[in-house]
C-alpha cells in the first residue's frame, strides 16, 4: 500500500505541480530536507503540514490521506479566483499583478460601474469591427 510520503512525492512530481523538493517545501512552509525525509518515510507528516499541502496545492484529503479518489480537488469559479488572488499575494512587493490588486481593492461601487460601462463600451466596439 502506497504511503503519505509517496503520495506526496506523487503529488510534487506530477504534471500539474512538477515541483522541486526546494519550491514544495517553501510553499508550505518547510526545508527541503523535511520534504525529502516525508517522502522517503523516514519522518510523519505533522498536521499542519497536512492540511498545508491540501490548502496550498487543492489536494483531496482522502487522496493524500489513504490514496481514494482524485489527487485534485474541483474547483468552482470563486475556488479558481481565490487561488489565484492567493498566488498574486505571494508575489514580490511592488510586482505589477500585486499593484494592480492593490489598486482594485480601494475601488468604490462607483468606479466598478464606470469601469463595467468602460469595458462593455469597449466590447461593443470591438464587435462592430468584426461585423
Given at each position: 500500500m502506497e504511503t503519505i510520503g509517496e503520495r506526496i512525492k506523487k503529488l510534487r512530481t506530477s504534471d500539474e505541480l512538477n515541483l522541486t523538493l526546494e519550491k514544495f517545501g517553501e510553499r508550505v512552509g518547510v526545508t527541503k530536507t523535511a520534504i525529502s525525509?516525508?517522502?522517503k518515510n523516514e519522518r510523519n507528516t505533522t498536521d499542519q503540514?497536512?492540511?498545508?499541502?491540501c490548502r496550498e496545492f487543492n489536494v483531496n484529503p482522502e487522496w493524500l490521506r489513504n490514496g481514494t479518489g482524485d489527487m485534485f480537488l474541483e474547483l468552482d469559479e470563486d475556488g479558481i479566483i481565490a487561488g489565484w488572488v492567493g498566488k498574486v499575494l505571494k508575489d514580490k512587493p511592488k510586482s505589477f499583478r500585486k499593484n494592480v490588486i492593490s489598486v482594485m481593492s480601494t475601488w468604490t461601487e462607483e468606479?466598478?460601474?464606470w469601469i463595467e460601462r468602460q469595458a462593455n463600451a469597449i466590447i461593443a466596439e470591438s464587435k462592430?469591427?468584426?461585423d
Open positions: 525525509k516525508i517522502e503540514m497536512f492540511k498545508s499541502i468606479d466598478w460601474d462592430k469591427g468584426h
